[in-house]
């Protein structure tokens, strides 16, 4: 059990760096496979980040033996990528965004429903205690009946930023980069499977030389399904940048209290617990949860990294339980987060100041 096999690429190796290295210290799990294009590559990679005696492939066709792929190809490689591994009934991890249009992710979803093998989108943010926990609260009224959700996030992109993020509007952006993550809060507050986002609107601020969107303000509504009054919709403000490091927190507003995610949001260590009193005076509860222990062997490429423990050990309870979807991040998780995501772009194509509607993803 727990043996990986990582589907690396040279414009997506450092996420892969941290997720081989913070597996290879969890008991049980290793890297036993490394696929690329290049084999020198994977020899490479293999040699640095995995297990004496990984094995090295130049094609996903050639892989096996192994429990689940890693899948951490540039995004535009993620579906078809999947795809052969879902046909060959080989339960797949992959990077965050599972593919660059909500089509191709529901796509992908099918077919992981097709052939009854496990799929899941690899945001790690919900596998962390600190998510859990306010799953819990939320579940047990601790807010009362939720109606709102702030958040934001941002990292300064002048100090470095994934290649995709840059030089193509249709495929790149900080929508495509870390909306996801303030797409994860929206429907950790109104859970997919009984809200939908009836709405999203948002603005922009966009690159100068490549028009991508850099900075966005997004406003959703979320319905009930099946339910038309007021009273059960909800309501999400978020806003994400990669024009400023930002401090990067998350409230979730309730009609007893909030429940609010200190920085870093996205790999949340503490969670607060607000309980109004009064108008004016609430009492506060606070819970805090240590990472796992690092060995301080990697120089870690992303903060918090050695937390994809989480994640990979999110994906050994599925499989264990003969899962084909994860319960900490459905199918239908993840296809309304894209949808939202989706949404969003549509509404940025249709005001985009200097572009035309043909310049932007459908």
Not at 181 to 188: D, I, M, N, P
Not at 207 to 218: C, H, I, K, M, P
Not at 239 to 257: Q, S, V
Not at 300 to 318: H, K
């Amino acid at each position: 059990q727990g043996g990986y096999g990582v589907r690396v690429d040279v414009r997506a190796g450092k996420i892969a760096q941290d997720f081989a290295h913070a597996i290879s210290q969890l008991p049980g799990h290793e890297v036993s496979a490394v696929v690329s294009r290049s084999k020198g590559r994977a020899a490479e990679f293999a040699s640095r980040f995995c297990d004496a005696g990984a094995a090295i492939y130049e094609s996903v066709e050639e892989l096996g033996g192994v429990d689940a792929v890693y899948v951490a190809t540039p995004p535009e490689q993620h579906l078809a990528c999947s795809v052969a591994l879902l046909e060959r009934r080989l339960p797949v991890l992959c990077e965050k965004p599972l593919a660059t249009t909500a089509r191709d992710v529901e796509h992908l979803i099918a077919t992981a429903r097709k052939h009854r093998t496990f799929l899941m989108e690899g945001m790690w943010t919900r596998c962390f205690p600190a998510t859990m926990k306010a799953r819990e609260l939320i579940d047990s009224d601790a807010i009362g009946k939720v109606v709102g959700v702030q958040a934001e996030f941002g990292y300064d992109v002048a100090n470095g930023c994934p290649a995709s993020v840059r030089g193509d509007p249709e495929t790149g952006g900080m929508t495509y980069d870390i909306g996801i993550y303030l797409a994860e809060k929206g429907l950790l507050a109104f859970p997919s499977a009984d809200y939908a986002c009836a709405r999203a609107t948002a603005a922009a601020v966009y690159g100068d030389e490549d028009g991508v969107d850099l900075s966005v303000a997004a406003s959703l509504r979320f319905q009930r399904k099946g339910a038309a009054d007021e009273t059960t919709a909800g309501v999400a403000s978020l806003m994400w940048t990669g024009i400023a490091d930002t401090p990067e927190t998350a409230t979730i507003l309730g009609t007893r209290g909030a429940i609010i995610f200190e920085a870093a949001a996205h790999v949340p260590s503490s969670l607060l617990l607000r309980e109004r009193v009064t108008r004016t005076h609430s009492r506060e509860k606070r819970f805090d949860f240590l990472p796992p222990r690092d060995n301080g062997h990697h120089r870690w490429n992303y903060p918090g990294s050695i937390c994809l423990q989480y994640e990979a050990m999110a994906v050994e309870r599925a499989l264990l339980a003969g899962a084909i979807e994860a319960r900490e991040w459905t199918f239908d998780d993840c296809a309304s987060a894209h949808r939202i995501i989706h949404q969003v772009k549509a509404d940025l194509r249709r005001n985009q100041p200097h572009a035309g509607a043909s310049d932007w993803p459908r």
